[in-house]
């Protein structure tokens, strides 16, 4: 397993946002996400990549225990995150908040990655962005920005929360693709999404999660149908 | 002439207080940290410069270049040690212990020192000048500070826009957590960055002695300059706080061919319209 999670627990006061979650994600692997609006999905992304510490359990990357690991070590360490609300850094151009990412992520000279930056920069659309200030951007670019610069640290895991919100047909179709394209080249992908016919397009397994709790595993189709899940989104007394 | 000398000496003089400038608004600019005692590691690094000359027996400039590598270190240690617990989402512990830094190193130096004026001596190139033509003449050391403060800001520019580190120390000032999920380790680039500022501030100690006199206790009064040029210029824009620098040499020069008096008041007169009139300074680098 690449990604062992064990009775995670995280509670802000009275609000529990991991209730003992147990969670694993194999090599190679696209997982999708889903629940509603504050059911914890990204306190999960967060408690992953080490912006917020546990209450108790633990997390494991490759069997190595990174519990307590600091966020920059869990990046060195394979993980990648994009974040929901675009993050850029507004004042560096679209080139270089991917190098940042590239050469402190990845570890790498500006020199060596360079080649790294502009694929990534091809891969995700925004080559033709590249010297524009990041902070000049549309909405739908800052979310390609946000995968660039997770992919520019060359994770193992990659955990892309929220990307294809907004989006239009033709573009959601081509972030898929995208996204089918980067787990075929051997990217553990991790992915929360309400968008869920994009979701489904590219995930083999699906976890639902609602109160900081799992409520659903498997299939997608069949945790999509299942009846816990269908209570949460439709109200349905089943 | 005496108009054109004015502004020509008032413009050097700019100079000299860019150069005291540059270090506070690149510690700012990266990590939102106010020096406080700003002033008074100029004057550290004045006398560790007049330790070199006097004790060492090294040629001035290579006294300088020792200087500034003892006070890169220093900045480093400093930074890692101490300063980096200060920071957070409260700025008040750095602007504490800054003060309090100040007021040990007075008193460490004043214990060091003793409370005489020193001079860094530049040897025959202390009076030498450089004939304009028409009566006109500019000293060689006030040349010798402009420049520096050119190439240090030349050097910083480049650093800051064209070299991986600079964009860290970009990346972190922008949004410091965001940061470190790119992997950059934030306490590392504080700590490259203020000593960097350490080494601008040796730059600047050896033209705050060589241009006048100094004493342990300057520190403060050299330290109201420096926020006032950084400020005038507007913040996060070296070559705005070379402007700053320059404007408030001017003001001062202007000033004391109307009275002696108005020498430092009409820096601070300058200084507060610009303060009314454009808070964010002269030349902001961002509008945010």
Known sequence: MLLEIRNLRRAFGAVVVADDIMLDVAEGEAL????????????????????????????RLDSTD??????????????????????????????????????????????????????????????????????????LERKRLEMARALATKPRLLLLDEIAGGLTDAECASLIATIREVNASGTTIVWIEHVTHALLAVVTRLVAIDFGKVIGEGDPQAVMESDAVRRVYLGIEA | MIVLDTILQGVLL????????????????????????????????????????????????????????????????????????????????????????????????????????QRLDFGALSSASVPLGGGLAVGVIPLMTFASAVLVILFLNWLFYRTELGRAFRATSDKPEIAQLMGIDNNRIFALAMALALVVVAIAGLYLGARAT??????????????????????????????????????????????????????HVVFLVVLVLRPRGLFPRHVD
């Open chain 1, 32 to 59: 999708g996400i889903i629940g509603p609006n504050g059911a914890g999905k990204s306190s999960l992304f967060n408690l992953i990549a080490g912006r917020l510490a546990p209450d108790a359990g633990t997390i």
């Open chain 1, 66 to 139: 990174i519990t307590r690991m600091p966020a920059r070590k869990r990046v060195h360490a394979g993980i990648g995150r994009s974040f929901q609300i675009p993050q850029p850094f507004e004042h560096m151009t679209t080139y270089e908040n991917v190098s940042v990412a590239a050469c402190f992520g990845a570890g790498g000279s500006e020199r060596a990655e360079q080649a790294h930056v502009v694929d990534v920069l091809y891969r995700t659309g925004l080559l033709s962005k590249a010297n524009l200030p990041a902070g000049a951007l549309s909405l």
């Open chain 2, 14 to 117: 700019g100079g000299l207080y860019a150069l005291f400038a540059t270090g506070l608004s690149l510690i700012f600019g990266v990590m939102r940290l106010v020096n406080l005692a700003h002033g008074d590691f100029m004057v550290v690094g004045a006398f560790a410069v007049l330790i070199g000359v006097d004790a060492l027996g090294l040629p001035i400039l290579l006294a300088a270049v020792v200087a500034g590598v003892v006070m890169f270190g220093l900045g480093y240690l400093l930074q890692s040690l101490l300063l980096n617990r200060t920071l957070g989402k409260d700025i008040l512990p750095p602007l504490l212990v800054t003060f309090g830094l100040s007021i040990i190193l007075q008193n460490g130096m004043l214990e060091a020192f003793s409370a005489d004026t």
């Open chain 2, 214 to 267: 100094f004493d342990p206790l300057i520190g403060p009064s050299r330290l109201i300059f420096a926020f006032e040029a950084v400020i005038i210029g507007g913040l996060g824009s070296f070559w705005g706080t070379l402007a700053g620098g320059v404007i408030l040499g001017l003001a001062q020069t202007v000033g004391a061919q109307i009275s002696p008096e108005w020498q430092t008041l009409a820096g």
